[in-house]
């Protein structure tokens, strides 16, 4: 007979509903086992209705006196109170593990949970994380990580993928594959957060780089230098590197290697083309500094990445 866990699932004001998707895994593995794998607590310090970040309600009841199994917190759009910290502090002495996704990791760092510690969080944050936190490892282009006890993920859905993990190492990876499949989504997803924020971070104000970024998209196969996109910027390249760097916070040779990337990697999923057709057309030159690449960006060489969105199929290498 498989142990009953209980897990701890902390909400904190302004605490945001898309986070309730991590408890659903959980409610599958239930419903999978037939039997209650889980027993999922809505916490707060003293009970009663907690204010989500849209406006609503959720009824939660005070942390009783037994251990938790897992102590699980969520992201929110607001700054915890010294009140919330030293809350979280004491419930995660009584847990055997504690996790935290998206945002949720300030709320760990601050009540000193991450001090010596890897963690991730979401990318759009993980640099503030790393400075207001020096004594935190950011890796911040993870999908989700696990030090010791303590588990952080990237973005909320990537709260999923974290309980999937858990589910693995609670009750077997045949357990955590049922529960993917039912969620309609990987067991394991490839590659890092890069692949989703990559190009997010690319927002020029003027048209003239604009111009130049639109250019690069449909000439990935040409050399694009720093010469040639500011002779389609009318700028001049040092002009164009500074206003380049200032409006999307990346060199051109970095913002042309994200486009190149996210190129080739459709092309990789999408199509049967040989690795080394996949690099000459989207500007690599060849498949060694194309693997490169992936692996910087995504952990992960092409082969790899391209078998794992198609497992069934036969495809050139």
Not at 277 to 289: L, N
Request: charged content about 25%; overall charge neutral; hydrophobic content about 45%.
């Amino acid at each position: 007979m498989t142990l009953m866990r209980k897990i701890g699932f902390l909400m904190h004001p302004g605490f945001s509903p898309m986070g309730f998707a991590v408890a659903t895994a959980f409610e599958i593995a239930n419903l999978q086992a037939g039997a209650p794998v889980y027993a999922v607590h809505m916490l707060s310090e003293r009970g009663g209705p907690v204010r989500t970040s849209v406006g609503f309600p959720v009824m939660t009841e005070a942390p009783d006196a037994e251990d938790y199994d897992l102590l699980l917190i969520g992201g929110g759009m607001e700054e915890s109170s010294a009140e919330t910290i030293a809350f979280v502090r004491r419930v995660a002495e009584r847990a055997r593990r504690v996790a935290a996704t998206c945002t949720g990791a300030f709320l760990l760092a601050q009540a000193g949970l991450l001090d010596g510690r890897r963690a991730t969080t979401h990318w759009a944050r993980a640099r503030e994380l790393q400075e207001r936190f020096p004594a935190i490892k950011v890796e911040e282009d993870r999908i989700f990580i696990a030090d010791g006890h303590v588990w952080t993920s990237a973005g909320m859905t990537a709260g999923i993928d974290l309980a999937l993990a858990l589910i693995e190492e609670d009750i077997g990876i045949e357990a955590a594959r049922g529960v993917a499949r039912k969620l309609v989504m990987y067991h394991r997803r490839t590659g890092g957060q890069s692949q989703f924020s990559a190009l997010l971070e690319l927002e020029p104000k003027s048209d003239r780089i604009q111009t130049a970024l639109a250019y690069a998209k449909r000439n990935l196969a040409q050399r694009l230098s720093v010469e040639d996109l500011a002779e389609v910027a009318h700028l001049s390249p040092r002009q164009f590197s500074r206003a380049f760097q200032a409006e999307t916070g990346q060199s051109p040779a970095k913002a042309v290697e994200h486009l190149r990337l996210e190129a080739a990697r459709a092309m990789m999923e999408d199509s049967n083309h040989s690795i080394d057709v996949v690099a000459q057309q989207t500007g690599f030159g060849d498949r060694d500094r194309m693997r490169r690449a992936f692996l910087r960006a995504f952990g992960q060489p092409p082969q790899v990445i391209r078998r794992a969105a198609r497992p069934n199929m036969s495809i050139a290498a």
